[in-house]
Each structure stands twice: as structure tokens, then as C-alpha cells.
């Protein structure tokens, strides 16, 4: 029977018999005598021990046993001593040779500094050869990074006599020098100058965090502990919302609700206990862990049914007629109570048509998911959509509900109301236009205690009171400003409909045809933009200069076309 001890050598723990210990720590002892009065003694020792460390942790992989006298014996064998004492006669086998980043002659991490190491090839070459990668897509890029990330940094003894295929002894250790610095490393910096100004640039970064890692260290678990608490945050009201959402069933959403909780409350736990608390840690209990396997399986179980279960799609079109008597109509629209968490939002949207007639087209399309076509018309069904037609007055709510006992299947609901020529609309809210399909479409904005009269013409819907009869609108400024940027600035349409100033554009953005007339241009779209209030006289300017820009650029006919039809819908009746 051995006593066995455990020790730790180069910061890794070793089980040992105890007279295979007493022979080792003899046998360091005497190397420490022997590196006393050498100069970088005490870096030749670790890398000695680090040297041990290897050879241990290979007889020792994957297997809880001790480390023999005898094995302890042959490593020391291996390793040898200093100078010729005790050393052994047979050659040292020659080991196949590791690539590592040479960091003594890197430019950016050191890879190709190690290949030029490893296997004796001018470091040049080979950083051509990843220069020239770089324009296949950014293969080149791509394969550095995996090597940086894959390869060690030559940093000890040991790696650069691995480096050169030489098994690592004392007496080698104690005899490898720094790796040279190539003659050319200055020359291939300049010649690689975005490269080495980006190999600065991370040295710095990694050496300042590296300098500052307590400060970062406590910032990163200051960060993450705040967006913990976010998400907890967030969570929370998730939870809150999903539990009045009508997924599931009322007791399995209950459940859910608490496997997620209960999945908050342990993370919480692990990270602040484990990562976030200082010295000694206290970690989890570890049966807490493994039970989150249970929550996050009937989450996953969830979600996989719920996909499943909205698989299709269906949509149902309902269709009102109105017929306005003396062509008017009063729009009222219901918002729901703000303490109604059940209430979900409807979109309406108005067009108007070419039609003469006068009845108002009014389209209510129901939608929803399901699984199946009994479950897609069940879904439709229980859709509680509320509208009325009376007296010339159509209400809208602007919200649906479900019935009760019943699922949320992503069941939607809009209104389309096509709108003839000719019809004055008095509306409970605001309007705004939408000009981003072929033809304008209206909104419902905000409710308006003002009164909002709307008067359809061609394709709009024009505001008619007091204040705006005689003026352009916001809406109709809206639609003029579109077709001005449709026309003149199609490349940079975004741009020029939302920036104040627009700068001078050139080249392939503004269309060569308008270069005679630049000063022109822009001079319009600055009216267009800062004139406080375009009346009749504004547009009437502005269809003068139009009208000569037509002359020489056809393309200009719609917009011309739209001012006209907004002076003739300004201008006061004779």
C-alpha cells in the first residue's frame, strides 16, 4: 500500500505517490540551486514545472490515478538536468513541430509569423498570399481570424522549442532566447501599413483592458447585472400580458407562467451568487439546476404546438353599401377604454374611386391562423368586430375583441372604405395620407375635437375648413412633396423627403437631364418644404415654373397635372 499526496505544479493539481513526490521535490530543489545565480532563473524554473505539468496531465487524461514512482523516475529522465550532469546518453527524439503566433515579429496577431516560424517560409510570401485571399469574398479574413483564435502565442520556452519539433528538456529550456526579430519586420510594416495601424490599434485595446481588467471586470458584471434586471423587467410584463392573451388555456398559460419564473428566479440566482458576489462564491444547489430542464422543456413544448397550431391562414371579406343621402357622410370612430387589456387594434384606411356612383364601398376582412379549415372558420368566428350603419352615420370601433373560451390565433381585422367622387366626409379624427403604395390611402390618426371635413376628388381626400380652404394642407403638402421627390430626386427619395436642406447632389443621383435647371429645382423643393403657407398665389407660382420645366422635361406632366387640380380645389367659388 503507497501513500499518495497531491500537489500542484504549475497551477494544476496532480495526484502522486509520496516517495515519487520526495523524488521530485529533490530533484527540483537541485534545479533551483543550479538556476540560482542564472539570469532569468526563476522563468527557466516555471517553464521546467510547466514542462512536468504536460507530462503528467498525459499519463493522467481522462483517469483518476496517482502518478507512480516510476513514471516520476522516467519524467525526470526526460527532462534531465543542467549542463552534463546526470544527463542521459540517448538522443532526444525529435517531436513534430506546433505553429504558434510569434508575437516578437507580428504585424497584426502573428500568424503569418508563426507559418514563417513553423515551416522556414519568408513571412512576406505568405502575407501576400493572405492579402490576395482577401479579395475572394474575404476568405482571407475569414481563415485569419479562425487561425488567430485557433493558434497559442510562442510565450514560454516550451512553445518555441515545440515550435521547432525539439523536445522540451532543462537543458534546452534554459538555453532558448527570445525569437529573433526578422530584418525586413520595419520595411513589411510600412509596406503593410493598414494592417500594422490595425495590429496597433488591437494591441492597445487588449493591453489597456488587460492593464484595466478589475475596472472592466466589475463594469461588465455591473452591465450584465442591469440588463438582467431589464430583462426580469420585461419579462415581467410579458408574463403579465400573456397571461390575458388567450393562447391557451387559462391554467396551462398558468403553468407556463410559472416554469418562466421560476427559470428568472434560478438565472438570478446563478449569476449574482456564482459570477456576480465576490469571493468565496456559493454556488447553486445543483439539483435547482437540473430542474430548470422541466420548465424550459414545457416552454420549447409551447411554442412547437403553437407554431403548429397556426400553420394556415384564412381571411373573410364582409361588404357594407352605403348610399349617403346629398352626398355626405359623418364617420364615427370608437376608441376602445384604456383599461380594456383584451382590445386589439383594427386598421382603417379610406380610398377614393373613379366610380360616379354614389355608394360607399365598405370592406371589414377578418384574418386568422389555424391548423385546419373547421379551425380557421372557428378562429374567424370568434373574431368580436363592432360596427353600425344608421342615419347616414357609419361607427366604427377601432379595436375587436375575442369572445370568450376562446384562442388567439393572430386573428386581424381591417377596413377598406372606397369613397366615390364627389362626397363630403365629416370624420370624428384626423386623417393622414399614406403615399407610399401607387395611390394615396388615408389613415385614421387621432380623435379631433375640431371639425374634420373631408371632400373627395380625383385620387384624394381634401381637408375642408375654416383655416385650410384657401391653403394646402399637411396632407396635401405630403403628396405634393412625393411627387416632387418621385421626379427629380428618385435615387435619394428617402432623403429628400425627410431632410430639411438637401445638399447638392452629383453624379448618377440627380438625372443628367436636370443639370441645366439645378438652381431652379432646388429653389422649388425649398418653397415646397420651408414656405409656411402655400395658398392659391404660392401654387400659382409654382405652376408657372412647372409649367416651363415641362417644356423641356416631359416627365414633369404629373406633378404639373397634380397643382393644377390643387389651385382648382383652393380657389375660392366665383
Not at 471586470?217 to 392573451?245: M, P, Q, T, Y
Request: hydrophobic share 45%.
Amino acid at each position: 500500500m503507497n501513500k499518495v499526496v497531491n500537489i500542484e505544479i504549475a497551477k494544476q493539481v496532480f495526484w502522486i505517490e509520496e516517495l515519487g513526490y520526495q523524488t521530485l521535490q529533490a530533484y527540483l530543489e537541485k534545479l533551483k540551486q543550479q538556476l540560482a545565480t542564472q539570469e532569468f532563473g526563476d522563468e527557466i524554473f516555471e517553464d521546467i514545472e510547466l514542462r512536468f505539468a504536460e507530462l503528467f496531465y498525459g499519463v493522467n487524461e481522462g483517469k483518476q490515478r496517482a502518478i507512480t514512482l516510476e513514471q516520476a523516475k522516467e519524467f525526470i529522465a526526460q527532462v534531465g538536468y543542467l549542463g552534463d550532469e546526470e544527463s542521459v546518453d540517448e538522443p532526444v527524439e525529435k517531436t513534430t513541430p506546433k505553429t504558434y503566433l510569434d508575437d516578437n515579429n507580428k504585424i497584426v496577431a502573428g500568424v503569418c509569423a508563426g507559418f514563417s516560424l513553423r515551416f522556414n517560409i519568408p513571412a512576406l510570401l505568405i502575407r501576400l498570399a493572405f492579402t490576395g485571399a482577401i479579395a475572394t469574398f474575404g476568405f482571407g479574413i475569414v481563415m485569419y481570424l479562425i487561425l488567430w483564435f485557433s493558434f497559442d502565442k510562442n510565450n514560454s520556452r516550451n512553445k518555441v522549442l515545440a515550435s521547432k519539433g525539439e523536445t522540451a528538456t532543462a537543458q534546452k529550456i534554459a538555453a532558448v532566447g527570445d525569437v529573433p526579430k526578422s530584418k525586413f519586420l520595419t520595411l513589411q510594416r510600412v509596406l503593410f501599413l493598414p494592417f500594422s495601424a490595425i495590429g496597433l490599434a488591437i494591441h492597445i485595446i487588449v493591453h489597456g483592458i488587460f492593464a484595466q481588467r478589475a475596472f472592466f471586470r466589475w463594469l461588465l458584471k455591473n452591465v450584465l447585472l442591469l440588463a438582467l434586471l431589464v430583462v426580469l423587467g420585461l419579462l415581467g410584463i410579458g408574463i403579465s400580458e400573456f397571461n390575458h392573451d388567450q393562447i391557451y388555456y387559462q391554467w396551462v398559460q398558468w403553468i407556463l407562467s410559472a416554469a418562466t419564473i421560476y427559470l428568472m428566479v434560478v438565472g438570478g440566482v446563478v449569476f449574482i451568487r456564482e459570477y456576480y458576489l465576490e469571493k468565496p462564491r456559493r454556488p447553486v444547489n445543483r439539483t435547482l439546476k437540473m430542474l430548470t430542464t422541466v420548465p424550459i422543456a414545457l416552454i420549447i413544448t409551447s411554442v412547437f404546438y403553437l407554431m403548429v397550431e397556426m400553420s394556415d391562414e384564412k381571411q373573410l371579406t364582409r361588404q357594407v353599401t352605403i348610399t349617403p343621402e346629398n352626398n355626405m357622410m359623418t364617420l364615427a370612430i370608437v376608441e376602445p377604454d384604456r383599461d380594456n387589456y383584451l382590445a386589439r387594434n383594427v386598421d382603417i384606411e379610406l380610398v377614393t374611386t373613379a366610380n360616379d356612383a354614389s355608394d360607399i364601398q365598405v370592406s371589414l376582412v377578418y384574418f386568422s391562423n389555424g391548423r385546419s379549415e373547421p379551425a380557421l372558420s372557428e378562429n374567424i368566428e370568434a373574431i368580436d368586430y363592432q360596427y353600425s350603419v344608421s342615419d347616414n352615420v357609419l361607427t366604427l370601433n377601432r379595436y375587436f375583441q375575442l369572445f370568450p373560451e376562446t384562442f388567439n390565433r393572430g386573428q386581424r381585422v381591417t377596413v377598406r372604405i372606397e369613397v366615390p367622387q364627389q362626397i363630403t366626409i365629416d370624420s370624428s379624427h384626423l386623417m393622414l395620407v399614406n403615399i407610399k403604395r401607387e395611390s394615396p390611402r388615408y389613415i385614421i390618426d387621432k380623435v379631433s375635437e375640431s371639425t374634420n371635413v373631408y371632400r373627395s376628388a380625383s385620387n384624394y381626400l381634401h381637408e375642408f375648413n375654416e383655416l385650410d380652404n384657401n391653403r394646402v394642407t399637411s396632407n396635401e403638402r405630403l403628396i405634393l412633396l412625393g411627387q416632387f421627390c418621385d421626379v427629380f430626386f428618385a435615387k435619394l427619395h428617402w432623403r429628400c423627403m425627410n431632410s430639411e436642406e438637401m445638399p447638392v447632389l452629383k453624379d448618377e443621383r440627380f438625372d443628367a437631364s436636370f443639370q441645366d435647371d439645378r438652381d431652379t429645382i432646388y429653389a422649388l423643393l425649398t418653397k415646397i418644404k420651408q414656405v409656411k403657407t402655400l395658398d392659391i398665389k404660392s401654387l400659382t407660382e409654382l405652376s408657372s415654373t412647372i409649367a416651363i420645366l415641362k417644356k423641356k422635361h416631359p416627365q414633369v406632366e404629373e406633378l404639373s397635372q397634380y397643382i393644377q387640380h390643387l389651385i382648382l380645389i383652393k380657389r375660392p367659388p366665383s
